[in-house]
C-alpha cells in the first residue's frame, strides 16, 4: 500500500525530472521535506490504530507474556435470524455434524459437536428455534480450549473465519473469556494491574460479590480501546471483566471476559 501511494501520487518528488532535481537544491528540501512527513503518516496511522484483530489472540498473547497458566478459554458467538434461515442452518450442519435434539413446548435446541483428540479446541453449535415461526431463532457457537500458543492462535483464527463466514453475518455478537488458573503469586489486584497497564485499561471499578453461595468472589469492570465492542455501566463504557472465581473447594481462578463474562452454554 505505501509502495502504491507513494509512486502514484501528485506529492512534487513523484513528479519532478531527474535533471531538475539536481539542478534545484530547493527542489530537493522540498521533496525530502514531504517524504519524511509521508513517511512519518504511515508510522503514525499504523501505531495509532485503536482496534485489534481479534480478542482472544491478544488475550492469549497476554497470559504468554506472563507466563501464566490457562485454565480455559472460550469464544462464543451468538446472532439472531430468521426461523427459516435457521433450520437451513440446521440441515447445513446436520450433514456434517452428529445432531442432538432438545425440546420443550417453547423451542427446539439443537447441537452439534466438532470434537476431535488430536484438535487443539472443539466446537459447539447450538441453534434454538422457536416454536412460533414469527420469532427469531437463535445460533450460538462457542469454542473451547485448554491451551493456547502461536500454532493454536493460528489455527483458531482459520476456524473462526470458516465459521463467520459459512454460518454466520456480521449482526453477530462476540464474547470472549479467558480462565487463568491460581498460584502462590497471583490475586485479583495482580491480575488487574497487569491488565490495566497491558490493555491501558481505563473507568475501572469493582464490586464485590456478597451473594451466598455465590462462586464470584469480585469483579472488576473497566474500558480499553483495544477492542470495538462495549456498553455503558452508570455512565461509562466498559468492555472488560476480570473476576475472580472460587469453587467449592476453595480454589480459585481468574476469569477475564470481554466485552462482559457471560453464562456458558
Known amino acids: 500500500m505505501f509502495h502504491k501511494i507513494l ?32 513517511i512519518c503518516f504511515f508510522v503514525n496511522q499504523a501505531f ?18 506472563n507466563d501464566w497458566n490457562i485454565d480455559f478459554w472460550e469464544v462464543t458467538m451468538k446472532e439472531q435470524m430468521a426461523a427459516e434461515e435457521a433450520q437451513h442452518l440446521v440441515q447445513q450442519l446436520e450433514a456434517t455434524y452428529t445432531l442432538q435434539e432438545d425440546k420443550d413446548e417453547t423451542r427446539i435446541k439443537y447441537t452439534f459437536e466438532s470434537r476431535h483428540k488430536k484438535d487443539p479446541f472443539y466446537v459447539i453449535y447450538n441453534v434454538i428455534l422457536p416454536v412460533d415461526k414469527e420469532e427469531p431463532a437463535e445460533v450460538i457457537i462457542v469454542m473451547h480450549g485448554t491451551d493456547w500458543d502461536n500454532q493454536i492462535s493460528q489455527k483458531y483464527q482459520k476456524e473462526k473465519r470458516a465459521i463467520q463466514k459459512n454460518y454466520l453475518t456480521k449482526e453477530t455478537q462476540l464474547y470472549t473469556c479467558l480462565s487463568i488458573q491460581d498460584s502462590d503469586i497471583m490475586n485479583h489486584d495482580v491480575i488487574l494491574n497487569e491488565a490495566a497497564t497491558y490493555f491501558n485499561i481505563e473507568h475501572i471499578s469493582t464490586k464485590n460479590d ?56
Open 7 to 38: 509512486f502514484h501520487s501528485n506529492f512534487p518528488f513523484t513528479q519532478a525530472r531527474p535533471l531538475q532535481a539536481f539542478q534545484n537544491p530547493g527542489q530537493r528540501n522540498k521533496q525530502a521535506i514531504c517524504f519524511l512527513l509521508l
Open 48 to 65: 495509532s490504530q485503536p482496534y485489534q484483530e481479534d480478542e482472544m489472540q491478544d488475550l492469549g498473547a497476554f497470559a504468554i507474556a
Open 210 to 265: 456478597n451473594i451466598e453461595n455465590s462462586r464470584i468472589e469480585k469483579s472488576t469492570y473497566g474500558y480499553t480501546k483495544t477492542w470495538e465492542q462495549f456498553y455503558f455501566m452508570e455512565n461509562d463504557p466498559k468492555n472488560v471483566q476480570i473476576t475472580t472465581v472460587a469453587d467449592r473447594q476453595g480454589e480459585k481462578s481468574f476469569m477475564i471476559g470481554t466485552p462482559i463474562l457471560i453464562n456458558e452454554y
